[in-house]
């Protein structure tokens, strides 16, 4: 088990040596050299992350906040560890963010370490596009992303590029780079076969 202490730098290690280094999102390696990133760990169960999830969205958007900010929040509750209770937090996270009147102004992006996309196959490297090593929840401002994506070319490829570039590695590579980027024993590696 990793100390808590450890996740934010062993989750900005992943995201430099995975995300970007795969050139997975084409906006995080920016946000991440500009120090725009920000890594929180909630040990608490759901009453817990949906108080934190507030206070963090409402932080995001305040006045004089920085309008790049991204807000990666790893949950380290055993109840998050289900990729079905994780999804059932997706879910309540967004009716709360529909309750805080933060439609339109914060996203909420979702990665878990048994992510799955439905149809594909469970050993498939195309689910790794969307894996972290610990659930997370993505903050980010809808007015930021906004801007990312009227820059670049053709944002529709990106999920396409990913997948393809990840099938191309194979699941054994792909498995291999996250482990030498998040540390051993943080990523799942057995797939579900359900």
Same mark, same amino acid.
């Not at 084409?26 to 946000?31: K, N, S």
């Not at 929040?73 to 560890?81: D, G, R, S, V, Y």
């Given at each position: 088990?990793?100390?808590?202490?450890?996740?934010?730098?062993?989750?900005?290690?992943?995201?430099?040596?995975?995300?970007?280094?795969?050139?997975?999102?084409?906006?995080?390696?920016?946000?991440?050299?500009?120090?725009?990133?920000?890594?929180?760990?909630?040990?608490?169960?759901?009453?817990?992350?949906? $108080?934190?999830?507030?206070?963090?969205?409402?932080?995001?958007?305040?006045?004089?906040?920085?309008?790049?900010?991204?807000?990666?929040?790893?949950?380290?509750?055993?109840?998050?560890?289900?990729?079905?209770? *994780?999804?059932?937090?997706?879910?309540?996270?967004?009716?709360?963010?529909?309750?805080?009147?933060? @439609?339109?102004?914060?996203?909420?992006?979702?990665?878990?370490?048994? *992510?799955?996309?439905?149809?594909?196959?469970?050993?498939?490297?195309?689910?790794?596009?969307? =894996?972290?090593?610990?659930?997370?929840?993505?903050?980010?401002?809808?007015?930021?992303? $906004?801007?990312?994506?009227?820059?670049?070319?053709?944002?529709?490829?990106?999920?396409? @590029?990913?997948?393809?570039?990840?099938?191309?590695?194979?699941?054994?590579?792909?498995?291999? @780079?996250?482990?030498?980027?998040?540390?051993?024993?943080?990523?799942?590696?057995?797939? =579900?076969?359900?």
């Amino acid at each position: 088990m990793t100390p808590d202490s450890d996740i934010p730098a062993r989750l900005l290690g992943w995201l430099d040596g995975f995300v970007v280094a795969e050139n997975l999102c084409p906006f995080a390696g920016h946000a991440l050299r500009a120090g725009q990133v920000e890594v929180g760990v909630e040990q608490g169960g759901l009453e817990a992350v949906l $108080e934190r999830l507030a206070h963090d969205a409402q932080r995001l958007v305040a006045p004089g906040s920085d309008p790049e900010a991204t807000l990666l929040l790893a949950l380290t509750a055993a109840e998050f560890a289900d990729l079905d209770d *994780y999804l059932d937090l997706i879910g309540i996270a967004d009716a709360l963010l529909d309750s805080l009147s933060l @439609r339109g102004e914060v996203q909420l992006a979702s990665f878990h370490p048994d *992510y799955l996309f439905e149809g594909e196959p469970p050993g498939d490297p195309s689910h790794w596009t969307n =894996r972290a090593p610990w659930p997370l929840l993505h903050l980010l401002r809808e007015d930021a992303v $906004e801007r990312a994506v009227a820059r670049h070319p053709d944002p529709d490829a990106i999920p396409v @590029r990913n997948v393809a570039h990840l099938r191309a590695l194979g699941i054994d590579e792909v498995r291999r @780079r996250v482990q030498a980027t998040a540390g051993r024993g943080t990523v799942a590696t057995p797939e =579900r076969t359900a």
